[in-house]
């Protein structure tokens, strides 16, 4: 069975300053690993992914994720946040490109002046 | 841009009673998918649905369930006789051709489904 945790249900921060919404996989296959964005009253967004390769991810909005297979983790990081980047995070994995996607719980980051 | 639309947005119901909550995929997409969220806890996998037919399903979608892609443009999920603990955000995606993008399923603003 494969399972995704996020530890942080909310994650506070300042605007500017640096944040990494943590998440963490088991799996006992190779996976393919993906964060969503939420923003209010939307949809869910692909924000990055990882398929293989370099196991830093660049995304859309400054975001980046450094996929560490030794620590089955896939943390997203932005080195500096705006306000606007305020909404819901998502981790999930799949085992295929045409598999189900397994989500985390999500963490939501508030982001005030 | 193409997007995801669902209807209705919000829709509160009453025990035992049929819902049919309603999505329109990207026009060119081929694999649907439904996925619910209650309140506080994950967004889970409930069916997914390739070539008219279900491909793959959760144990969450039982004999209450069902999917169905009725025209060329919408596809729906009907809850049959719906239980309080069917209350959740529910997510309709859809996907390209296979080849594609891996695993970038677009996902529609969600349906929130209130059950009394």
């Known amino acids: 069975a494969q399972s995704v945790t996020q530890l942080d249900s909310q994650v506070p921060v300042f605007e500017e300053a640096p944040v990494e919404l943590r998440c963490n996989y088991s799996s006992s296959v190779s996976v393919y690993l993906f964060w969503y964005v939420q923003y209010p009253n939307q949809g869910l967004q692909l924000l990055l992914k990882?398929?293989?390769?370099?196991?830093l991810v660049k995304g859309i909005n400054g975001f980046e994720a450094e996929f560490n297979k030794s620590q089955t983790s896939f943390h997203l990081r932005k080195p500096s946040v705006h306000i606007s980047d305020t909404a819901e995070y998502f981790c999930a994995l799949s085992n295929s490109g045409y598999s189900t996607l397994t989500f985390g719980k999500g963490t939501m980051l508030l982001v005030s002046p | 841009e193409p997007e995801v639309t669902q209807t209705p947005s919000h829709q509160v119901t009453q025990m035992g009673q049929e819902v049919i909550l309603r999505c329109v995929p990207i026009?060119?997409?081929?694999?649907f998918y439904w996925y619910r969220q209650i309140l506080g806890q994950k967004v889970e996998f409930l069916v997914s649905?390739?070539?008219?037919?279900?491909?793959?399903k959760s144990e969450i979608f039982d004999d209450q369930f069902s999917v169905e892609r009725p025209d060329g443009s919408n596809f729906t999920l009907k809850i049959r006789s719906t239980k309080l603990e069917d209350s959740a955000m529910y997510f309709c995606a859809s996907r390209g051709l296979a080849g594609g993008l891996i695993g970038e399923l677009f996902f529609g603003e969600g349906s929130r489904l209130t059950v009394l």
């Open positions: 649905f390739y070539n008219n037919e279900i491909s793959e």
């Open positions: 026009s060119n997409h081929l694999y």
């Open positions: 990882y398929l293989s390769g370099s196991t």
